[in-house]
């Protein structure tokens, strides 16, 4: 953690602020939770008395929020975003250490930076190319003829599979596999033959995948993860998806082979996705819907239930469910 003050955090994130900008922040905390060193937020009106009740000496609260004597505000448009940003000044991540652990396997073919770091245990394949600055921490696999951009961060005994390209400034979780084959077998001569898996996986700029997630390569072709993607813990991408840039998708969702989703699409958690389906640019989807094969999800309303269906019908229909089952008790 590095200590900071009030002041000087303001200076550092662009915001104006009021009252003491000498307060040592110590830490960072909930409203609830917070002690009288600690930054913590407060996002809308609705939780403008939280924040007058907290303990917290320091807040990022919108302009409009008045706050008690003695507490110190950074004034934000966007409360939440600062408080992220504040968060990664107050704990930064852990320097890196340029150079190669003496456990390390690494393929005399592999090019790596001289500002990269290849922690402990890490295998690295034939022909691989690994960024600068990149850090690659224990355990870690990386395949033959891969692509590790620059800046990008691959957590304890995270896998990524051969000719996988990954971009820059990315983020890879402990546990998840970039490139195994897809799901794909013909049912011949009375069992299941596998067709061989023999496209890729391309990650775009800073994109997140999650703890346990997979993203399984093309059949043919290319699975493609598009910038700025975040993917939470045990989701799976099918081969030959197509994910656009900046989606969001929850954990615990399952896309099968061939799904696209456009730009800025939002996905719940617990979400099933058919064949082929298509999302749609900004569409919104409910945690825990089902979208059918083939499926096509326009944007503008959110979509819940299975089928998935616009959100006021979903809501609509169980609704009358509910005086259905009224009717009938009481019958």
């Avoid at 929020?65 to 003695?70: K, S």
């Avoid at 968060?87 to 190669?100: D, E, H, S």
């Avoid at 390209?165 to 033959?193: K, M, N, P, Y």
């Amino acid at each position: 953690m590095t200590a900071t003050t009030a002041g000087e955090l303001a200076a550092k994130l662009g915001l104006i602020y009021s009252g003491d900008p000498s307060r040592v922040i110590g830490g960072a905390a909930s409203l609830e939770d917070a002690a009288t060193d600690h930054l913590a937020f407060v996002g809308s009106p609705k939780y403008f008395a939280a924040g007058v009740a907290s303990l917290a000496g320091t807040v990022v609260a919108p302009p409009e929020y008045t706050a008690p004597d003695g507490q110190t505000v950074l004034q934000s448009p966007q409360p939440r975003a600062h408080f992220a940003r504040a968060l990664a000044l107050i704990f930064p991540q852990p320097t890196l250490i340029p150079g190669i652990h003496p456990t390390a396997t690494i393929d005399p073919s592999a090019q790596i930076d001289p500002t990269a770091e290849i922690g402990p245990c890490v295998f690295i394949g034939p022909e691989t190319r690994i960024g600068a600055r990149t850090r690659i921490l224990h355990a870690a696999s990386i395949g033959g003829s891969a692509v590790v951009g620059d800046d990008c961060l691959v957590h304890p005994r995270a896998t990524v599979y051969d000719r996988v390209s990954i971009g820059s400034s990315c983020v890879l979780h402990s546990g998840c596999v970039i490139g195994a084959d897809g799901f794909g077998f013909e049912f011949s001569g009375g069992r299941f033959q596998k067709v061989p898996q023999v496209g890729t996986v391309d990650i775009g700029d800073d994109v997140e995948i999650g703890a346990n997630s997979c993203i399984d390569r093309a059949a043919l072709g290319t699975t493609v993860i598009g910038d700025g993607t975040k993917l939470d813990n045990m989701v799976h991408i099918a081969h030959n998806c197509r994910i656009g840039k900046h989606v969001v998708i929850a954990a615990q969702t399952g896309l099968a082979g061939g799904v696209t989703i456009g730009d800025y699409a939002i996905v719940g958690g617990q979400v099933g996705v058919g064949d082929k389906a298509r999302i749609e640019s900004r569409a919104v989807i409910g945690s825990g819907a089902g979208i059918l094969t083939s499926k096509i999800v326009r944007a503008g309303e959110p979509v819940w239930g299975t089928p998935a269906r616009p959100l006021r019908q979903y809501l609509s229909q169980l609704a009358t469910l509910s005086r259905l089952s009224k009717r009938k008790g009481g019958a």
